[in-house]
């Protein structure tokens, strides 16, 4: 399992935010799945939906499959292998979007709204799946993994990639968590 949040240096509009985890479990064969929970931490005052996000792996691990398993929101549903994640090169190997796009029209309302959280589970086939692990789903590249927001201020909308944290600030996150349990005892 490995943490991501928002890119906000790499963010097309700088006004949403997320944070989340991707845990990748290999199975067996060719096959291992991904489950995917993304919370929507961006500013409430400014509104705003997570509409969709897609991912890939890198290319040094050749081709993979996806498919949308099982989501807590039933109207973001499997985005196809290959769709296009404008502004952001390269093809992706899937992901999840209201109307089974990352463009998606009609009201973003039935997306993740600010403080929610939502989860999804795709099964990932591909003869390198025994070498995968959660990190290569965003670390690939800058654009590896994005996440789409739309209903904003404005009805902007707003395309993020993730990164992992870095190592320091999960370290300080934990003394912080450590030291307020200590102070309550």
Not at 28 to 45: K, M, W, Y
Not at 112 to 124: C, E, L, M, P, R
């Amino acid at each position: 399992m490995t943490s991501i949040e928002g890119n906000l240096a790499l963010s097309t509009e700088g006004l949403a935010d997320f944070t989340g985890f991707l845990d990748y479990q290999f199975l067996g064969g060719n096959q291992g799945q991904l489950t995917v929970t993304l919370t929507n931490t961006t500013d409430p005052s400014k509104g705003g939906y997570l509409t969709a996000f897609m991912f890939r792996t890198p290319a040094s691990f050749g081709a993979f499959t996806s498919n949308l398993v099982s989501s807590t929101y039933a109207g973001m549903t499997n985005i196809p292998a290959g769709s296009s994640g404008s502004p952001f090169p390269g093809a992706w190997l899937g992901g999840a979007g209201l109307g089974a796009s990352w463009l998606s029209g009609g009201s973003p309302n039935d997306g993740v709204a600010s403080g929610s959280t939502g989860q999804w589970v795709f099964s990932i086939t591909g003869v390198m799946a025994s070498a995968l692990d959660a990190v290569n789903f965003v670390d690939g590249d800058a654009y590896a993994f994005i996440v789409r927001f739309r209903g904003l201020d404005d009805d902007c909308s707003d395309k993020v990639p993730a990164v992992t944290p870095a190592p320091g600030a999960l370290v300080l996150g934990a003394m912080g968590l450590a030291f307020s349990r200590r102070r309550r005892n």
